[in-house]
């Protein structure tokens, strides 16, 4: 199958999972002063292709949205979820159990929300954050293995390097570490968008990004720098970047039930 065929019948959609409301954007931008209040958007991805559905990340935990004010994780940062991953998916006509496949940028809170919602999707991830998420020093390396429990472990798919979802160059994972030892990127080739890379965690903002500014608390600051440049590598090749947490860039792509064709 060529490209061009494949990519016809590939949609995105994109589904809003969530609000962060941090009290001190220094922990995320290097430009930011201490204390600089932010609202950071979260976003998961709902993969329509022709051989099935991939969710890319499940977002912050839809139990949050039953308390408006939401739920304080700490001195710095409150979860909010004003709709539900679920009922997005519902409005589109998807049940969860019509998803096989999960794909996991990364097992932090705000990306392994709502697991326990696919009990029969299998989950791939590369096999760099498998180790640490399952390893003895997870909560030192900033996982929660709690808000990742409900993963199957039988049903998780470890992925070393860039891996092709469906075989046919339209889904392609891309290692993207650093931010965590097997951060990743997901490649998609749509019809008229063309293609974008799902970047999670790069940067926390295009004005990062474009900088080349890396959060000082990411697992590996070199590795993360690498992997800004990569991803600037595919941007020259006509590759949009997507960075899920920067509110302002997201008020300018569709959240379903538009979606990305
Ligand atoms: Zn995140």
């Not at 589109?92 to 809170?109: E, F, Q």
Request: charge should be negative; include cysteine; glycine fraction near 10%.
């Amino acid at each position: 199958m060529s490209t061009s065929t494949a990519t016809a019948n590939l949609r995105l959609q994109v589904l809003d999972t969530g609000l962060i409301q941090c009290a001190d954007y220094a922990l995320y931008s290097p430009a930011a002063p201490p204390g600089t209040e932010v609202e950071m958007s979260v976003r998961s991805y709902l993969v329509e292709h022709p051989d099935g559905l991939l969710l890319w990340d499940t977002g912050i935990a839809d139990s949050i949205a039953a308390r408006p004010e939401g739920e304080r994780l700490n001195e710095t940062h409150v979860f909010r979820v004003p709709v539900t991953l679920r009922g997005q998916l519902e409005a589109i006509g998807r049940a969860p159990a019509d998803i096989g496949l999960l794909g996991l940028s990364h097992l932090h809170i705000d990306h392994v929300g709502n697991l326990d919602l696919f009990p029969g999707a299998t989950a791939l991830m590369q096999r760099a954050e498998y180790d640490a998420a399952y390893g003895p020093d997870a909560e030192a390396l900033t996982y929660i293995p709690e808000t990742y429990a409900a993963l199957d472990q039988g049903k998780i798919q470890k992925i070393v390097g860039r891996h092709d979802v469906f075989g046919d160059g339209t889904v392609v994972m891309v290692p993207l570490p650093g931010h965590t030892p097997g951060h990743q990127g997901l490649l998609v080739a749509l019809p008229e968008t063309g293609r974008v890379l799902l970047a999670g965690d790069l940067a926390y903002s295009v004005a990062d990004y474009a900088a080349g500014a890396v959060r000082a608390l990411n697992f590996d600051l070199d590795a993360s720098r690498e992997s800004i440049d990569a991803a600037k590598a595919l941007e020259a090749r006509g590759v949009e970047i997507w960075l899920h947490h920067d509110i302002d860039a997201q008020r300018e792509i569709a959240t379903a039930p538009g979606y990305n064709g």
